[in-house]
């Protein structure tokens, strides 16, 4: 069955440091991947979105993630966290059927930011 | 600007009161959701509907029903059925069903 693994529920990093979060998935062929990050109490924004082509995709807000075949995985980062980036990130990818609709989310990472 | 709005942001129920929820979309998309939120659980889908007049069950589509009469509306009504229904409500659309998800602020419903 298709899924989304996000290993890491909460993660804190200082101010100014480095951040990757992970995604892993389970698919049987290339999928699309998604990154979507919420503030409390908001919906969901779209940060990046990978299609095919360039393995390492930009977003917005300085964030960048790299799709890598291999290890079926598309991490999230970002050289620099601010705290303004203190959020919920949440890794997707197509559904391909099922009743999921059309993208399976992972659990989620929280992401706490320290000054 | 186009986009999803979703009303209220906030709704108090008491127990055994049905509550319809809002989504309203002018994106021009097809396809539009109803997923529900809980600490911990990430995104659940309670409900899709690909186009007009047609809609599927998610994962936890008890206690939850949705209409689809226009393109721009898919409204989602909270039963009293639903045995745990105070959680953080989410809309969604999009262009196709594979494609890229819009999606409101959320509406957050609690039952006194």
């Known amino acids: 069955a298709q899924s989304v693994t996000q290993p890491d529920i909460h993660i804190t990093v200082s101010e100014g440091a480095s951040l990757e979060l992970r995604c892993n998935y389970s698919?049987?062929?290339?999928?699309?991947l998604f990154w979507y990050v919420q503030s409390p109490g908001q919906g969901l924004q779209l940060l990046l979105k990978?299609?095919?082509?360039?393995?390492l995709v930009q977003g917005i807000k300085g964030f960048e993630a790299e799709f890598k075949r291999s290890q079926s995985s598309f991490n999230l980062r970002k050289p620099s966290v601010h705290w303004s980036d203190a959020a919920e990130y949440f890794c997707?990818?197509?559904?391909?059927?099922?009743?999921?609709?059309?993208?399976?989310f992972g659990k989620g990472t929280k992401l706490s930011v320290k000054p | 600007d186009g986009g999803i709005t979703q009303s209220p942001k906030y709704l108090f129920r008491k127990e055994g009161q049905n509550v319809t929820l809002s989504c309203e979309q002018n994106l021009n998309h097809d396809a539009m959701y109803w997923y529900r939120q809980d600490p911990g659980q990430g995104l659940r889908l309670i409900y899709y509907?690909?186009?007009?007049?047609?809609?599927q069950k998610g994962d936890i589509a008890e206690g939850y029903s949705v209409s689809r009469e226009k393109k721009e509306s898919f409204p989602l009504t909270v039963t009293s059925a639903q045995k745990n229904p105070t959680a953080f409500y989410l809309c969604?659309?999009?262009?196709?069903?594979?494609?890229?998800?819009?999606f409101g602020e959320g509406s957050r419903l609690t039952v006194l």
């Open positions: 990978y299609f095919s082509g360039d393995t």
């Open positions: 969604a659309s999009s262009i196709e069903i594979t494609g890229e998800l819009f």
């Open positions: 509907s690909q186009i007009v007049n047609d809609f």
């Open positions: 698919y049987g062929a290339t999928p699309y």
């Open positions: 997707a990818a197509p559904n391909y059927g099922g009743s999921q609709g059309n993208l399976i």
